[in-house]
């Protein structure tokens, strides 16, 4: 007997919905509703899913069994681009990964870079990619916090903390000319030094954002609906989201202070006192939590590099990776050679491979680089950390409420532009 | 019509007072049939403005557009920014995002298209009432941008795009600028219409009759030349 021809079991509720002979009786008392499990879509085309994410989800009745991402909705061939364009022209591109970290991505494949070419970047250079990655972090939080707390219903808190992100935005528009994408960073230090007056800008915001962190958590901590939405919600263990290769504030939140900028620092980070905020249970509170406190660190970073900030060179002196002073074009041959050279067909790189970690608001964003000796590179790979978490998505919302797997979502913060890439 | 101003919470002098009074007593009359002759004529005069439907209609549309809560990429980030705060969109009544594309009448790209995603964007455009618009937003979604590789779709190869915003991604001034331009074509604002497209700002429509009197006035006030035979 096949499975078709076996007696179906129809609760007494179902039973009564689809016949007509019963459909006017009074229904059954205390029986379960229907227990029939649905494949329900979301996305990619969904408020919810910070982009264009799109879930194939089980539901028995209210209840997630099981979820299958379906990625690939701003695919974008970033990586394939790389391949066909010079170092110093991918910059751009790699910023256009995970767009809300766009110092991050461009640090890691410059980062990467570096070690290939066997540079040393100035220690100012290095100060101002801290100023600018940790401010980078603050953006980001902010946009997570605005826009997953309209997930879960707290409308309010987007225009707070799209305020404090206009002001950050406008001191990245102050030093580097651009809101977002700056291409500040480049191979060898920073495309130039910062303006007059822009370390008291930065200052005057380091002294207002702890502040704004506590009436964001004022706002939000208090709030009755939010707490019962987060708290022990989905929480995951930290040996599962180690084996599952998440990093990040979803890692710390569940008590493993991993954190790149500790474990193994690059650009000065050894040079700064902070601490690594963690959580204790893993639930969404606590990860909700961990980056609140983050925001916090990352202005006691931008603070102690501001006030240590060392004067010199912000490029490499070398004339064969960075571009001669302009005023040297009208006067010098050498400098016209170099300039032109390193226009038309780049600086070429020195056989070899390198994957060049660092931690961005997400987790560790790994540039892998291979060179085949050339100016432009053989392959580009970003170990983007919003891919590597997504994974974590079914193992967390296995077994709960579906408005619950919306809550996760908002708090796993993933960005699909660097999830496709 | 003059227009008063007065600052906010002051309260309304004695003469303002009854001559808003003695209004509402004559809109009652009207209503009630009591008004006519002169007295009706001039009510109808001050407080009536005629229209077309198709004009009223337009200007309703182009003042409350519903944009669709679409998402794609970096520009995504820059629309929410619009929304937010600094250039608060609801100053000019574009807040109301609407989740369904049943809901919305103005679709925004707001990032690159992918080939994978093209499809998505075509059905939500097709599950959109009409009277409908779309903004392509960024270098990505109008040209395929930084990026003019194997994955990336301009808006215009599937769907029909009404303004096209540059930048990468477009200030949220930018954005708001191309919204109020579409405003401005819903309208149907002449100066979104030919005169750009031809080189033709600074000139005047006349009729052919009109146009050879205009011709030798135009002549004859040109210091330096009698007032003949000019082609200017």
Same mark, same amino acid.
């Given at each position: 007997?096949?499975?078709?021809?076996?007696?179906?079991?129809?609760?007494?509720?179902?039973?009564?919905?689809?016949?007509?002979?019963?459909?006017?009786?009074?229904?059954?008392?205390?029986?379960?509703?229907?227990?029939?499990?649905?494949?329900?879509?979301?996305?990619?085309?969904?408020?919810?899913?910070?982009?264009?994410?799109?879930?194939?989800?089980?539901?028995?009745?209210?209840?997630?069994?099981?979820?299958?991402?379906?990625?690939?909705?701003?695919?974008?061939?970033?990586?394939?681009?790389?391949?066909?364009?010079?170092?110093?022209?991918?910059?751009?591109?790699?910023?256009?990964?995970?767009?809300?970290?766009?110092?991050?991505?461009?640090?890691?494949?410059?980062?990467?870079?570096?070690?290939?070419?066997?540079?040393?970047?100035?220690?100012?250079?290095?100060?101002?990619?801290?100023?600018?990655?940790?401010?980078?972090?603050?953006?980001?939080?902010?946009?997570?916090?605005?826009?997953?707390?309209?997930?879960?219903?707290?409308?309010?808190?987007?225009?707070?903390?799209?305020?404090?992100?206009?002001?950050?935005?406008?001191?990245?528009?102050?030093?580097?000319?651009?809101?977002?994408?700056?291409?500040?960073?480049?191979?060898?230090?920073?495309?130039?030094?910062?303006?007059?007056?822009?370390?008291?800008?930065?200052?005057?915001?380091?002294?207002?954002?702890?502040?704004?962190?506590?009436?964001?958590?004022?706002?939000?901590?208090?709030?009755?609906?939010?707490?019962?939405?987060?708290?022990?919600?989905?929480?995951?263990?930290?040996?599962?989201?180690?084996?599952?290769?998440?990093?990040?504030?979803?890692?710390?939140?569940?008590?493993?202070?991993?954190?790149?900028?500790?474990?193994?620092?690059?650009?000065?980070?050894?040079?700064?006192?902070?601490?690594?905020?963690?959580?204790?249970?893993?639930?969404?509170?606590?990860?909700?939590?961990?980056?609140?406190?983050?925001?916090?660190?990352?202005?006691?970073?931008?603070?102690?590099?501001?006030?240590?900030?060392?004067?010199?060179?912000?490029?490499?002196?070398?004339?064969?990776?960075?571009?001669?002073?302009?005023?040297?074009?009208?006067?010098?041959?050498?400098?016209?050679?170099?300039?032109?050279?390193?226009?038309?067909?780049?600086?070429?790189?020195?056989?070899?491979?390198?994957?060049?970690?660092?931690?961005?608001?997400?987790?560790?964003?790994?540039?892998?680089?291979?060179?085949?000796?050339?100016?432009?590179?053989?392959?580009?790979?970003?170990?983007?950390?919003?891919?590597?978490?997504?994974?974590?998505?079914?193992?967390?919302?296995?077994?709960?409420?579906?408005?619950?797997?919306?809550?996760?979502?908002?708090?796993?913060?993933?960005?699909?532009?660097?999830?496709?890439? | 019509?003059?227009?008063?101003?007065?600052?906010?919470?002051?309260?309304? #002098?004695?003469?303002?007072?009854?001559? @808003?009074?003695?209004?509402?007593?004559?809109? +009652? =009359?009207?209503?009630?049939?009591? *008004?006519?002759?002169?007295?009706?004529?001039?009510?109808?005069?001050?407080?009536?403005?005629?229209?077309?439907?198709?004009?009223?209609?337009?200007?309703?549309?182009?003042?409350?557009?519903?944009?669709?809560?679409?998402?794609?990429?970096?520009?995504?980030?820059?629309?929410?920014?619009?929304?937010?705060?600094? #250039?608060?969109?609801?100053?000019?009544? @574009?807040?109301?995002?609407?989740?369904?594309? +049943? =809901?919305?009448?103005?679709?925004? *790209?707001?990032?690159?298209?992918?080939?994978?995603?093209?499809?998505?964007?075509?059905?939500?455009?097709?599950?959109?009432?009409?009277?409908?618009?779309?903004?392509?937003?960024?270098?990505?979604?109008?040209?395929?941008?930084?990026?003019?590789?194997?994955?990336?779709?301009?808006?215009?190869?599937?769907?029909?795009?009404?303004?096209?915003?540059?930048?990468?991604?477009?200030?949220?001034?930018?954005?708001?600028?191309?919204?109020?331009?579409?405003?401005?074509?819903?309208?149907?604002?002449?100066?979104?219409?030919?005169?750009?497209?031809?080189?033709?700002?600074?000139?005047?429509?006349?009729?052919?009759?009109?146009?050879?009197?205009?011709?030798?006035?135009?002549?004859?006030?040109?210091?330096?030349?009698?007032?003949?035979?000019?082609?200017?």
């Amino acid at each position: 007997m096949s499975q078709l021809d076996a007696p179906r079991t129809q609760s007494a509720y179902r039973q009564q919905e689809e016949s007509i002979e019963l459909s006017h009786l009074p229904g059954p008392e205390g029986d379960a509703p229907d227990q029939e499990l649905l494949t329900l879509n979301m996305g990619p085309h969904h408020p919810a899913t910070h982009g264009v994410l799109r879930l194939l989800v089980t539901l028995e009745g209210e209840v997630v069994r099981d979820l299958k991402p379906i990625i690939g909705y701003v695919h974008t061939g970033i990586e394939k681009t790389a391949e066909d364009k010079p170092y110093w022209k991918v910059i751009p591109v790699v910023e256009r990964m995970d767009y809300l970290a766009y110092f991050t991505n461009a640090m890691a494949f410059c980062g990467a870079t570096e070690t290939l070419l066997d540079i040393e970047v100035p220690k100012r250079a290095q100060y101002l990619r801290v100023i600018h990655m940790e401010l980078n972090r603050i953006v980001s939080h902010l946009v997570w916090l605005g826009t997953s707390a309209l997930d879960v219903g707290a409308m309010s808190m987007l225009w707070y903390s799209f305020r404090e992100k206009e002001t950050i935005l406008d001191l990245f528009e102050y030093s580097t000319g651009q809101r977002m994408h700056t291409r500040y960073f480049q191979v060898g230090g920073v495309i130039e030094d910062i303006p007059a007056g822009w370390t008291d800008k930065v200052l005057e915001f380091c002294k207002i954002m702890p502040g704004r962190v506590d009436q964001y958590g004022a706002l939000l901590n208090k709030n009755e609906i939010l707490l019962q939405r987060l708290r022990n919600v989905c929480a995951l263990d930290e040996q599962t989201l180690v084996e599952l290769g998440v990093t990040g504030p979803l890692l710390r939140a569940a008590g493993n202070p991993w954190d790149l900028r500790k474990a193994m620092p690059y650009s000065s980070y050894e040079d700064f006192d902070f601490q690594v905020p963690i959580g204790v249970n893993g639930d969404n509170y606590d990860r909700f939590a961990v980056r609140m406190q983050e925001m916090k660190e990352s202005v006691k970073i931008i603070e102690q590099a501001v006030a240590m900030l060392p004067e010199g060179p912000t490029m490499v002196d070398d004339r064969k990776i960075a571009l001669p002073p302009r005023h040297e074009l009208a006067t010098s041959m050498e400098a016209l050679i170099h300039h032109f050279k390193l226009v038309t067909e780049g600086f070429r790189v020195p056989p070899g491979e390198v994957y060049f970690p660092v931690e961005g608001p997400r987790g560790e964003y790994g540039c892998f680089v291979r060179s085949d000796g050339s100016s432009k590179p053989a392959r580009v790979h970003m170990r983007d950390p919003s891919f590597v978490n997504l994974q974590a998505t079914a193992a967390m919302v296995k077994d709960s409420y579906i408005a619950d797997l919306i809550a996760t979502l908002a708090m796993m913060d993933p960005v699909l532009g660097g999830i496709d890439r | 019509m003059e227009v008063i101003r007065q600052k906010v919470g002051q309260k309304p #002098t004695a003469g303002q007072m009854h001559e @808003f009074r003695s209004r509402q007593l004559t809109a +009652r =009359q009207l209503l009630t049939g009591d *008004l006519d002759g002169a007295e009706l004529d001039e009510h109808v005069e001050s407080s009536i403005l005629t229209t077309t439907l198709e004009k009223a209609g337009k200007w309703s549309a182009g003042n409350a557009f519903m944009p669709a809560t679409f998402g794609l990429a970096c520009c995504a980030i820059e629309m929410i920014t619009t929304v937010a705060a600094r #250039t608060d969109i609801a100053r000019f009544g @574009f807040e109301a995002f609407r989740a369904s594309p +049943r =809901q919305a009448d103005l679709l925004i *790209l707001s990032g690159r298209v992918s080939i994978k995603m093209a499809p998505v964007v075509r059905r939500i455009y097709d599950q959109m009432l009409e009277p409908k618009w779309a903004i392509a937003m960024g270098a990505c979604s109008s040209s395929m941008g930084v990026f003019n590789n194997y994955a990336v779709v301009p808006a215009d190869k599937f769907m029909p795009v009404d303004v096209h915003v540059p930048g990468c991604p477009p200030r949220p001034e930018a954005l708001l600028h191309g919204i109020l331009k579409l405003r401005a074509m819903v309208h149907d604002d002449p100066s979104m219409g030919w005169r750009e497209r031809h080189g033709a700002e600074g000139t005047v429509e006349v009729l052919p009759e009109e146009g050879e009197a205009l011709r030798r006035d135009f002549a004859a006030n040109v210091p330096g030349r009698t007032g003949h035979g000019t082609n200017a």
